[in-house]
């Protein structure tokens, strides 16, 4: 198998390992937060394992990157304990209209028209969840979702200061400081034998693996290929627990999802475009 189809193979097993983190965590009765440091703990030394010798620079950017991705985690299980799991989900996937905000004002970076209209999409879909929240899922829910989102968008910013530094290290590290931050929750007893394997499960298989997989396969995949195998989470995620747990989305919570998606993966695809066009143009003024 050549590299690259090695590549897409790895990133479709990293996609679809972190769509079952709904409905696992559904499958746990305990703390939300003893649930994401437990899931973290367990995370955090299959990286290490994967690792062997991480690079630790304690750099102010691999610091914030660190707390930024343990807030990320906390939140999102949290929200998914609130609201459902496609709300939870789906408002999390809210991170690149936030990247795209602080990239402009932090970083610098130019924003596009597409920019604009991506960051429409996603506050007009936010708009269609909490208008529904009286249904299923809870506005308290959803606004943690939606932090969480905002949370993963620092982290990202937070991985582009670092000119030297390593995403997998910074992951290393918000992995275990999740856990400490959640020491002080885990009292009380022990979930059940369904809940610690679902939390071994969400250690090792969704959250360690994948972003080891995921690691390893974006080296060889374009920006505009990576795009349209990750989208398979959010969409994935919802549908693991309607089979599993019968969580039914409503109207407009499925309406707000799919503007939600549509925004971000068209935002996506239309860079990916715009970056290609730039590199034949590069190219040809080379040549000639």
Not at 14 to 22: C, D, Q
Not at 54 to 72: R, W
Not at 100 to 127: P, Q, T
Request: net charge positive; glycine share 10%.
């Amino acid at each position: 198998m050549s590299a690259r189809k090695k590549a897409i193979l790895q990133l479709i097993i990293a996609s679809i390992l972190w769509s079952t983190g709904g409905i696992l965590i559904k499958l746990i009765d305990w703390n939300p937060v003893a649930i994401a440091g437990s899931r973290s703990l367990i995370s955090g030394l299959v990286i290490l394992f994967y690792l062997k010798r991480p690079k630790i620079t304690l750099s102010k950017a691999q610091g914030i990157g660190a707390l930024a991705y343990a807030s990320t985690v906390i939140l999102f299980v949290m929200a998914n304990k609130m609201t459902t799991a496609a709300n939870a989900i789906l408002l999390q996937y809210t991170a690149p209209a936030f990247v795209a905000v602080l990239g402009a004002w932090l970083l610098k970076e130019k924003v596009r028209w597409y920019d604009l209209l991506s960051i429409l999409c996603v506050f007009g879909g936010m708009i269609l969840f909490f208008t529904d929240s009286v249904g299923q899922g809870s506005a308290a829910g959803n606004a943690l979702a939606v932090i969480s989102g905002f949370m993963l968008a620092c982290v990202t910013i937070a991985l582009r200061f670092q000119k030297d530094g390593s995403p997998v290290e910074t992951m290393l590290l918000g992995n275990f400081l999740t856990f400490l931050v959640a020491i002080p929750f885990m009292g009380g007893g022990l979930p059940s034998t369904q809940g610690l394997l679902a939390i071994l499960a969400l250690g090792v298989v969704q959250l360690g693996i994948s972003y080891i997989l995921y690691g390893l396969a974006i080296k060889h995949l374009s920006a505009l290929e990576a795009v349209l195998i990750t989208v398979i989470e959010p969409l994935l995620n919802p549908v693991w627990v309607f089979l599993f747990n019968g969580e039914k989305p409503t109207l407009l919570s499925l309406l707000g999802g799919l503007v939600v998606v549509a925004g971000v993966f068209s935002r996506n695809i239309f860079y990916a475009q715009s970056m290609e066009k730039e590199r034949k143009k590069a190219g040809e003024s080379f040549e000639s």
